[in-house]
């Protein structure tokens, strides 16, 4: 690891930098450690079992980010110098290792692939370092409501041709996510509170609507009364993220997201939907 620059800085700093192109002909497990290196240099010192339980969970952040990157053309590790996906990078690891959730780790590694290939400073690159610090602060229970309401407001399928298509794509983005939607105001609130969502009670958006625009021909046929049952078919997860919208004093439909928000709930979206749409796609 000759090609390490040690450096000398403050608090919340990068304290190794990369000298010249070197990152398009590195190994994975060189820059592997050249980011462990970076954790454990930018992280508060802490008893021994302590900080290997944090160097361990760091390892998981930078190993999945890994993996992924590995899946993309080569060019891409040269973003690898830019200090802001370093500041990332870094900053993903010491949120995981405060926290280890075994969930986080690849949202976070989502989060990190999404901002390297946004290298520059636009509206996706900043929703990724936002939602990088604030994963910490979230709960499942609230990662799972962002991601119901940005497949119910973000997602439509505009070429499905039958409800049973539409019915499919439905229950391919709602089954991960439908066992944690909740009506429950405090959980709005933290998300709220947490710039995740606008929780705004002077408005809402008409459930309705929302579902017939996301597949208007197939469903231009169905009455409002058969449209929950028609748009989930026999899938009871996708029926229960439609009735529990529908509850609870339209708490859920005064919700709306954030870029901040978009970006996690993507990120949570990907694990189990690696092709869906690139972030950039939604983030305004």
Not at 40 to 55: I, M, S, V
Not at 58 to 85: C, H, M, T, W, Y
Not at 180 to 185: H, K, L, S
Not at 251 to 274: D, E, V, W
Request: charged letters at 20%; proline letters at 4%; one cysteine or more.
């Amino acid at each position: 690891m000759d090609e390490r620059q040690h450096l000398k800085a403050g608090n919340d700093s990068t304290n190794i930098q990369a000298r010249g192109s070197v990152y398009v002909g590195m190994q994975y497990a060189d820059i592997r450690q050249l980011f462990l290196d970076l954790f454990q240099q930018n992280y508060e010192t802490l008893l021994a079992d302590a900080r290997g339980e944090a160097e361990r969970r760091a390892a998981e952040v930078i190993d999945a980010f890994l993996q992924k990157l590995s899946e993309l053309p080569p060019g891409l590790r040269e973003n690898l110098r830019e200090p802001g996906i370093q500041r990332a990078l870094v900053q993903a690891q010491v949120e995981h290792a405060s926290t280890g959730d075994p969930d986080e780790a690849e949202i976070y590694a989502n989060l990190l692939i999404q901002k390297i290939s946004h290298p520059a400073k636009n509206m996706t690159s900043i929703a990724c370092q936002q939602a990088i610090e604030t994963v910490g602060q979230l709960t499942q229970k609230h990662i799972g409501v962002l991601s119901c309401l940005f497949v119910m407001l973000k997602v439509a399928f505009p070429n499905v041709s039958s409800i049973e298509d539409l019915q499919s794509g439905l229950k391919r983005y709602f089954d991960p996510v439908a066992d944690a939607i909740t009506a429950d105001v405090d959980v709005l609130r933290h998300l709220d509170a947490t710039a995740c969502i606008a929780y705004d009670t002077t408005r809402a958006f008409n459930l309705n609507a929302v579902l017939r625009d996301k597949c208007p021909e197939v469903l231009a046929g169905v009455a409002d009364a058969d449209l929950f049952q028609s748009v989930a078919g026999q899938n009871d997860g996708v029926l229960h993220v439609l009735t529990t919208f529908a509850s609870g004093d339209d708490a859920l439909m005064s919700c709306f997201l954030s870029n901040k928000g978009i970006a996690i709930a993507h990120a949570n979206l990907a694990r189990s939907i690696p092709t869906i749409t690139p972030l950039g796609m939604w983030v305004q």
